[in-house]
C-alpha cells in the first residue's frame, strides 16, 4: 500500500507526526511525504521534533515545490493521500483546482483518478468560505475528518486524544489497527 502524507501549516503539526509513526509500524505501507513550508515551520514552532526525525520516518520525502516528483503523475499509483493538518489556504488550492504546489497536485490527482483524498482540516472558528470549501471536497468524495477530540473514550493524555483521530484515519485507508478504544456500547 502506497500512502502519500502531507504537512501543512494548520495549528496541529503533532498530528501528522504521530500519523507517520503510525504507519511506520506497517510493513506494507510504503510512505511519500511532503512538508509545506509553513508546515516545517510548525513543527519547529509547536513540537520538539526536527524536521530530521520526521523525515526519517518516511520511504520518500518530496519538495512542495517539486511538481516533477513521482508522486504528482496520475500513471504512479497510490492508496491514499492525507493532508494532516491541512490549512484553509490548501483546503482552498485543493477545492478549487489550482495546483501550484506539489500537495494542491497530488491532492487533485486523487480526486481526478478517483483514489482516497482524506483532509484534516483546522481552523476555527470556520467561516462560510470553508464551510462551503469543505462541502464542495466531500461531495467530490474526499473524506473530511478533522482533529476533532472524542472524549467517550475518557482520553488521559494528548496522545489519547490523537491516537483516536489516527485510528479513524487508518479505518478509513483500510488498516486494520487498534490505535484506540472503540465505543462497544453501555454495559
Ligand atoms: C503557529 C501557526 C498556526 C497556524 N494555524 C493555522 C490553522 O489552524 N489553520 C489555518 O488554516 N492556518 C493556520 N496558520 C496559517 C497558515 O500557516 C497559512 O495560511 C499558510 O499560508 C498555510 O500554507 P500551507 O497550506 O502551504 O502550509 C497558522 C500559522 C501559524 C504560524
Known amino acids: 500500500m502506497r500512502i502519500v502524507v502531507c504537512i501543512t501549516g494548520a495549528t496541529g503539526a503533532i498530528y501528522g507526526i504521530k500519523f507517520l509513526e503510525a504507519l511506520k509500524q506497517y510493513d506494507n505501507v510504503t510512505t511519500h511525504l511532503i512538508i509545506s513550508e509553513h508546515g516545517k515551520e510548525n513543527?519547529?514552532?509547536?513540537?520538539?521534533y526536527s524536521l530530521e526525525y520526521v523525515y526519517s520516518l518516511v520511504n520518500y520525502a518530496h519538495e512542495n515545490s517539486n511538481l516533477a516528483a513521482c508522486v504528482s503523475s496520475g500513471s504512479f499509483e497510490y492508496d491514499a493521500v492525507v493532508i494532516i493538518p491541512c490549512s484553509m489556504k490548501t483546503l482552498s488550492s485543493v477545492?478549487?483546482?489550482?495546483?501550484?504546489?506539489?500537495?494542491?497536485?497530488?491532492?487533485?490527482?486523487?480526486?481526478?483518478?478517483?483514489?482516497?483524498?482524506?483532509?484534516?482540516?483546522?481552523?476555527?472558528?470556520?467561516?462560510?468560505i470553508h464551510i462551503e470549501l469543505m462541502l464542495k471536497?466531500?461531495?467530490m468524495g474526499a473524506y473530511i475528518i478533522p482533529p476533532m477530540p472524542a472524549f467517550y473514550n475518557k482520553p488521559k493524555t494528548i496522545d489519547d486524544i490523537i491516537d483516536h483521530?489516527?485510528?479513524?484515519?487508518l479505518d478509513k485507508i483500510g488498516i486494520e489497527n487498534r490505535k484506540s478504544k472503540r465505543w462497544e456500547g453501555m454495559s
Open 43 to 48: 513543527i519547529k514552532i509547536e513540537t520538539s
Open 95 to 128: 477545492a478549487n483546482g489550482y495546483s501550484e504546489n506539489l500537495i494542491s497536485r497530488v491532492s487533485d490527482v486523487a480526486l481526478k483518478e478517483r483514489r482516497k483524498l482524506i483532509i484534516c482540516p483546522r481552523e476555527s472558528p470556520l467561516n462560510s
Open 137 to 139: 471536497l466531500s461531495n
Open 165 to 169: 483521530h489516527i485510528m479513524k484515519l
